[in-house]
């Protein structure tokens, strides 16, 4: 679905991001062509191309490709250097960061060791990565923002900060407050799933899909339903915890204090368990992969009551929610998910059967040990380029000068997306 653009004097903002997203979904695209997607005059659309080139967001170049007479037609596209974001994911004993530009190109990622458990030390530790990959921007010093990524729920529920993806002492979120001071930057923040959604859906392989659903296999499992290109949140934003999905009557027992919860079974950390490692953080991909590919008989064992579950979790997820796809990203090394999901096969019959194509039913990330960072950092940029009402809306983080064009109203602090 192409989202039209309004006539409304006071929808300016809205109308540019409009443009700014089918050229993203699209790629290279003559003024023509966006009239004809977008449904704005050919006057509105050459000011407002006018308008996102002048400020660096797009660039413009003849179309040789398109066969007319006389000049080719210009074509605009994002532009690389049109401002970066910097992405930080964070885990109990490790926090990865990544420089990202407007096309979701790494430019550059640091990763340290650290216990977050400690907040003055994982403060220092994320000021120090953004420094470090400031210096690295080809943007001309253009950033869009910091995107932090964290394992949910949030806010005070009897499943927050419990379990091997939580924060052991930490009660709020007041930190990521403490980066917007230290760095200057605006800051936003969201449940890991919701990043590495977001992500997929601006530069990853649901770059072309209006809904799906986000699997995050990571040391735990989140999930993430994306309709319309935004993520639904529910009551509280914290939707689709599917990890903590009891599907295992009188199962293992849970930290969530329930039994047999979905993450009890399909998770590094339940590897882990398995294989008798202290936690996930202790079992690299490396290894990972190494056992896998001498066909260790626990792990094979492992992969393939987990893929007993993922069968049953597609299944629940397409009967109960018909996404287009399903799309599976975190930080589980892409061998491992593959040979699960390949395990996982055929798939229990759904209301998708029969009418999606089998091998779109389920689709893995091209940005499988990225995703989490890409995800963090896609979240500033998400706010920018998002052309929904709901976001538009939203009191923007911005202090750069353009932002006001693209309808942000800077405030201080973390922003939840």
């Known amino acids: 679905m192409v989202r039209k653009g309004s006539t409304q004097q006071s929808s300016a903002p809205y109308n540019r991001r409009i443009v700014l997203d089918i050229i993203r979904r699209r790629g290279a695209m003559s003024r023509k062509a966006i009239v004809e997607k977008v449904g704005l005059s050919p006057q509105t659309v050459a000011n407002i191309t006018q308008d996102l ?33 910097i992405g930080i994911s964070l885990e109990p004993r490790r926090a990865s960061a990544a420089l990202v530009n407007l096309i979701g190109e790494v430019i550059d990622r640091r990763e340290v060791e650290i216990d977050v458990a400690d907040q003055t030390r994982t403060l220092a530790a994320m000021k120090r990565l953004v420094e470090d990959l400031t210096r690295s921007s080809l943007s001309g010093g253009r950033l869009w ?16 900060f419990v379990g091997p993806t939580a924060f052991e002492g930490w009660q709020d979120l007041s930190i990521l407050d403490d980066l917007h001071r230290v ?13 590495g959604a977001l992500g997929e ?27 319309d290109r935004a993520a639904y949140k529910g009551a509280n934003s914290n939707a689709t915890e599917i990890g903590h999905i009891p599907i295992v009557p009188g199962g293992r027992p849970c930290y969530c204090g329930n039994n047999g919860c979905l993450e009890r079974y399909l998770s590094l950390h339940s590897l882990a368990e398995t294989l008798g490692a202290p936690d996930a953080h202790a079992l690299s991909a490396t290894r990972i992969i190494e056992l896998l590919e001498r066909k260790d008989p626990v792990v094979i064992n492992w992969c393939r009551n987990a893929a007993e579950h993922l069968r049953n979790a597609i299944c629940i997820i397409e009967n109960m929610l018909d996404p287009e796809s399903i799309v599976i990203g975190g930080s589980a090394p892409k061998p491992l998910v593959e040979h699960i999901l390949m395990a996982a096969r055929p798939f229990h019959r759904s209301v ?17 040990d990225d995703s989490s960072i890409l995800g963090a950092a896609v979240l500033p940029i998400y706010k920018m380029l998002s052309p929904r009402f709901d976001v538009l809306l939203q009191d923007g983080k911005s202090e750069l000068e353009l932002a006001g064009m693209l309808g942000h109203k800077p405030t201080g602090g973390a922003g939840r997306l």
Do not use: C, W
Not at 183 to 195: C, I, K, M, N, R
């Open 53 to 85: 080139e002048t400020i660096g967001l797009i660039v413009s170049r003849r179309d040789k490709s398109e066969k007319s007479r006389g000049q080719p037609p210009i074509a605009f596209d994002l532009n690389p250097q049109g401002g970066d974001a």
């Open 145 to 160: 923002g910091i995107g932090v990524a964290m394992p949910g729920p949030f806010d005070a529920t009897e499943l927050s």
């Open 183 to 195: 760095t200057g930057l605006p800051v936003f923040y969201s449940v890991d799933s919701v990043a």
């Open 201 to 227: 859906s601006l530069f990853g392989v649901a770059k072309a899909l209006d809904g799906f659903f986000y699997m995050h296999f990571g040391v735990g499992l989140g999930g993430t339903l994306v309709v």
């Open 352 to 368: 998708r059967g029969g009418i999606a194509d089998d091998s779109r039913r389920v689709l893995l990330s091209e940005r499988q």
